[in-house]
């Protein structure tokens, strides 16, 4: 292996994806030497946006954006670097087999007007189920950027940092508060069966509580990811969804920018194979060319598994650790497909091209049954027949992504098991692929007709083209017993690792999975403290 002198750093960050970049630009804008390691021809990770035909600019993993931490986008000016996001407006169109459909729209008379199609009540009742989403998503925001405290408490301070969040709940009120309790243990179907009466309105909310899960709606802990779906904002108007001009690589891109000027420098097709330690401490990484680089602190954007059991020796990790990210649970349960249309999709029951459908995210599950059914497939390795589909057009949008009067649409699927029985992906990627189209003809006849090109991402293929194991796009499960003080394990949830100098600043730290930087910059924080 080849020590190049002049390859020393303070810091190396392994992984380019939009996470890694926030820790890159934070360190180096203390004054810090980083150097960005990135496996990929380009950074991002799951954000990013690929040429995968001629002249389709696709957002091929990650396709919104909301969670993106304001405190981030401001402190590294990334609007200077080109990041710009579209508010989504209608949020949501579901159409239905009876040929009803429901709009959710930024407008909230509009929205209420939809819901009274279906429920009186329901809209009578929405505003205050809007409200108290609205103040729990406020009290768990505050967390997202807080590093959380030791986990058992081990002495008088980490009592102390208990004390301070209890202290973030005191203007909760007694109903709230039991809230807040049921949304971090109860499923998103008993969380709203709780709100309302429509099995229609229940279902468009409740898609937000499984995707990414690996869960139905009636699995306890949905509703926490319901939640987590529901923070964050657009242009400083909470609760919105977007489409980020240029696709999601230009919120790595603009990351990316933003940690080279402070004087980050950031290195593609450069696969980092092991980490390197001396005398129990990070001494700097081995990349696949025999390349050796130093540095005292390596903060890791893999996720825990890649970071631990791939690049590491397992001599050098305590044996409760190894096998505590030996059970950390990330396979995942998500689909992307890409498709290159001529045309755009021509709904039965709401006809008309272009329409404001297709500025929407746009489900294809009509009943809370329907979409429990589809987990049921996935729980006993099988592709859901009938699976939960959402389609976003964002050509809509942003015309440049693709050439002219062409459109892309992305597909987001629940549920598509990384493990199947009895059979493997390679087999199955396609004619499973022939049946989500199959699925959406039901809702759109001229699908067929329109699509020229298609590209289906299952789980294995998300683990091979981003590295993230399992194909888990949250880098580990987000549930109750894989988050804050006890992700990725308990003990070890402040972003440091057994090893003195080397940090977690991925997804598969607290506060999880969504293209929103937090890990990324709580990771820095840590670092700088100890520094």
Same mark, same amino acid.
């Given at each position: ?91 949501? =169109? ?8 429901? =709009? ?67 203007? @909760? ?22 709100? =309302? ?114 690049? @590491? ?219």
């Amino acid at each position: 292996m080849a020590t190049d002198s002049r390859n020393t750093y303070d810091a190396i960050i392994i992984g380019g994806g939009h996470n890694g970049l926030v820790t890159a630009a934070y360190l180096s804008k203390a004054g810090r030497r980083v150097l960005v390691l990135e496996a990929r021809e380009l950074v991002g990770g799951c954000a990013v946006t690929e040429e995968i035909w001629p002249g389709y600019r696709v957002s091929t993993a990650s396709y919104l954006s909301s969670l993106m931490q304001e405190k981030v986008v401001r402190e590294l000016e990334l609007e200077r670097y080109g990041y710009t996001v579209d508010a989504k407006d209608p949020a949501f =169109f579901s159409p239905f087999p009876d040929g009803r459909h429901l =709009f959710m729209w930024q407008d909230r008379a509009k929205t209420l007007a939809e819901i009274a199609n279906f429920s009186q009540r329901d809209a009578e009742v929405y505003p205050r189920y809007e409200a108290h989403l609205e103040r729990l998503a406020v009290v768990v925001e505050s967390l997202l950027l807080t590093t959380p405290p030791e986990f058992p408490p081990n002495g008088i301070g980490d009592f102390i940092e208990y004390l301070k969040l209890l202290g973030r709940m005191r203007g @909760l009120s007694r109903a709230e508060l039991v809230g807040l309790v049921k949304v971090f243990t109860q499923s998103a179907a008993t969380f709203l069966d709780e709100w =309302f009466e429509s099995e229609e309105i229940k279902v468009t909310l409740a898609t937000d509580g499984v995707i990414g899960a690996n869960g139905g709606p009636r699995s306890p802990g949905t509703a926490y990811i319901l939640l987590h779906h529901c923070m964050g904002g657009v242009n400083g108007h909470r609760g919105l969804w977007g489409f980020v001009r240029g696709g999601m690589g230009a919120v790595s891109n603009a990351i990316a920018d933003s940690a080279r000027a402070q004087g980050a420098e950031i290195r593609t097709k450069a696969r980092v194979a092991k980490i390197l330690v001396k005398n129990g401490r990070a001494d700097g990484v081995v990349l696949e060319s025999g390349d050796e680089i130093r540095a005292n602190i390596v903060a890791s954007n893999l996720d825990p598994k890649q970071t631990f059991l791939r690049l @590491l020796e397992e001599r050098e990790l305590p044996a409760d650790f190894v096998a505590g990210i030996r059970r950390f649970r990330s396979e995942g349960t998500s689909l992307k497909m890409n498709l290159a249309l001529s045309g755009l999709p021509e709904f039965t029951a709401f006809p008309g091209a272009p329409g404001p459908q297709h500025k929407a995210t746009m489900h294809l599950c009509p009943s809370i049954e329907y979409v429990e059914r589809a987990w049921d497939d996935a729980k006993y390795g099988r592709p859901s027949r009938s699976p939960l589909i959402e389609m976003t057009i964002p050509t809509m949008y942003d015309a440049a992504l693709a050439p002219a009067g062409r459109h892309i649409m992305g597909i987001f699927l629940q549920y598509a098991p990384y493990t199947l029985k009895g059979t493997d992906w390679d087999a199955e990627r396609e004619p499973y692929a022939d049946r989500v189209i199959e699925v959406i003809e039901q809702y759109c006849p001229n699908i067929r007709t329109i699509v020229e090109e298609r590209q289906t991402l299952t789980p294995l293929d998300l683990e091979h083209r981003f590295g993230i194991t399992g194909g888990n796009i949250f880098h580990g499960e987000m549930s109750l017993d894989q988050m804050f003080v006890l992700r990725p394990l308990a003990g070890w949830a402040k972003y440091r690792t057994p090893i003195a100098g080397l940090y977690l600043c991925g997804s598969g730290a607290h506060p999880g999975g969504g293209v929103m930087g937090a890990p990324g910059h709580n990771a820095a924080r840590e670092i700088l403290k100890d520094a």
